[in-house]
């Protein structure tokens, strides 16, 4: 197997074993605004992607992702089996010709536009969209305009999904099920953002472990993300 | 000819609504698909992309070249998306309707049985249904 197959297999199983742990916690934001089956559908999904991955005969990443992607479509069900697979199967394409900084973004982009086309979201809906906007930007950016390492980069995208997650909660769903609330859906938290994020936050934890390092820290002295309190850092300087 | 695909949540709903259209729909073929494949709610793409070659006559043998053009009935939400995916996995060229599910599946049986219909005409067709009036 490929390193990066290899790598990619085990993000995977962390990703599943994640979201299982977080079955409860996902149907729980779920039940807030929805029909409370985001928690089971997920886990179900990923442990069958986890399997699936598992039973490739020397994959590389591209074949991983295609799989884990069309698992998900057929498992998970809802809305989320084809923004989650659907959108994972086409953006596996970019991964054909082996995996870098280059081919990482632009998997990264085509995934991002899938999910937006495919849900019609944009930022600001109370969606997955608004954890993975501000990810995949910010990945961007520290490896093209940054010049950062991947796994920098990567870092960065989790803390900048992190905040995209804190984002969906003061704000109005405007697609999927939690919009038939209108006005009551505010003060929730997305459970698609907030599975997303998870997701992100395991593959950073395996890509960090292959490479033999602590996952960076990258909150508040990030040069793409602001300090949470900018006026306090200012009056220091004064 | 054009084929015509009703995908619902509910299989039962699919293929009652199929059942409506077909009285209207001569020697149309009509594929009704729905469920989650486990005998609940849902859609699943793999089975709607079955049911769009089935529709495009993929099923009678013959290769790519031969198969019907498609117009894809839907119901609610990740149904559309589910069929969006499958439109775009299939090898016959399929498009979604954008109309209520029932009233667009009847109006495009109708249309399909045009001898001049084109997946274009047929959809149009469908999509009029947006527009009915009840009282």
Redesign the interface.
Known sequence: MTEDGAAAVAAVAAVAERIEAERDHLTELDSAIGDADHGGNMARGWAAAAEAARDLDDPDTGTVAKTVGKTLMSEVGGASGPLFGGSLVFAAAELDGGVDAETAVAFAETYLEKVEDRGDARVGDQTMVDALTPAVHTFKKSIETDDLPPIEALAKAVDAAERGVAFTVPIRARKGRASYLGWRSVGHQDPGATSTLFILEELLAVAADRLGVDAPETDATSPTIPDEDPDEGASEDD | MVGIVVVSHSERAAEGISEIAAEMAGDTRIEPVGG??QGGI?T???AIEAAIDAAAGGDEGGDAGDLDPVVVLVDL??AV??A??AV?LSDAEATIADAPVLEGAVNAAVAATDPSATVESVREQAEAARDVDKL
């Open positions: 989650d494949g849902g699943v793409p793999d939400g990740s998306m589910n969006d995916v775009e």
